[in-house]
Structure formats: structure tokens, C-alpha cells
């Protein structure tokens, strides 16, 4: 009874890491401008390298994740978007997700009172990514609601 309940375990676990493919392509230096990002608070301007892009397939549905650095205070940003297609076009919440880090403390994100964060993807080859990100997300220590203008990625695939 114990192995067969160990094999119905294994046999899950496989099933479940079987729905997801993560094809990642990880290419950026800190002299690579080719995969850039940056986004503004008010006058406050951060940027970036990309150092990590990658699509993952679920089984309906297909995301582009994006990470990237910052050398000053150690930033760390974070978009994925997506839907049951990867094509040139608007995406908004619960299908465009940000995140940014400084420390290892998130600092912004989204959630689901960001109904107006948008991405907006304006190239999609098999090497490219480019899009644009812009609206409202949370001040993660307080919840406050903070607008983002100017964002802006570049990733090759």
C-alpha cells in the first residue's frame, strides 16, 4: 500500500512539472544594451539589465517572464505577462504582473487593486521582446498606490 501510494506521488509530481515548459535564455551583461529595462516614480528614475527572459507554457496558457538588475541598491525587477497566446498587443491584470526589489524587499508590485497596470507589447520575434509598461501598483511596505510612467524592456529571446 506504502509503494503504490509513493508511486501515485511520483507519478503526480511528474504530471505537474510536465504541464509547465521554461525555455530560459539568460545572455544579458551589464554591457549588453540589447536587454535593457527602466520605469519612473515621480522623478525617480530606475533602470537596468535584463538578465533573464524566458516563456512559460502552461497548458492553456503561455507567459513571458522578465529579470533584471540593477547595480545601485541592488534593484531587482520582475514583468511577466501573457494569455492563451503570445502576440503583439495590451496586457492587464491578472495577465501583466510587476514586481520590483531593492535588498531583497519588494518595493512595488502589483495586485488586485492595479486594474489600470498595463504592459503593452510592441515586438514579439523569435529572438526579440519589446514593450512598454505604465499605472498604478502598491507601495509594498505601506499599500499605497504608486504610479509607474516611461517603463520600458528589451529582451532578446
Known amino acids: 500500500m506504502k509503494k503504490g501510494l509513493a508511486l ?63 547595480p545601485v541598491n541592488n534593484g531587482q525587477i520582475f514583468v511577466s505577462f501573457g494569455g492563451t497566446s503570445l502576440q503583439v498587443g495590451e496586457y492587464v491584470f491578472p495577465f501583466a504582473n510587476f514586481g520590483y526589489a531593492e535588498n531583497g524587499e519588494l518595493v512595488f508590485e502589483t495586485g488586485t487593486t492595479t486594474t489600470d497596470f498595463r504592459i503593452v507589447f510592441t515586438e514579439l520575434t523569435a529572438d526579440r521582446a519589446v514593450g512598454t509598461f505604465s499605472g498604478t501598483v502598491l507601495e509594498s511596505t505601506t499599500g499605497n498606490p504608486i504610479v509607474i510612467s516611461n517603463g520600458r524592456f528589451a529582451t532578446t529571446r
Open 8 to 70: 501515485l506521488a511520483l507519478f503526480v509530481a511528474v504530471l505537474i512539472s510536465a504541464c509547465s515548459k521554461e525555455t530560459s535564455v539568460e545572455k544579458a551583461t551589464q554591457q549588453n544594451q540589447l536587454n535593457t529595462w527602466s520605469f519612473s516614480v515621480g522623478s525617480t528614475q530606475y533602470s537596468g539589465t535584463i538578465d533573464t527572459s524566458y516563456v512559460e507554457d502552461f497548458s492553456v496558457f503561455q507567459f513571458i517572464n522578465v529579470e533584471g538588475f540593477t
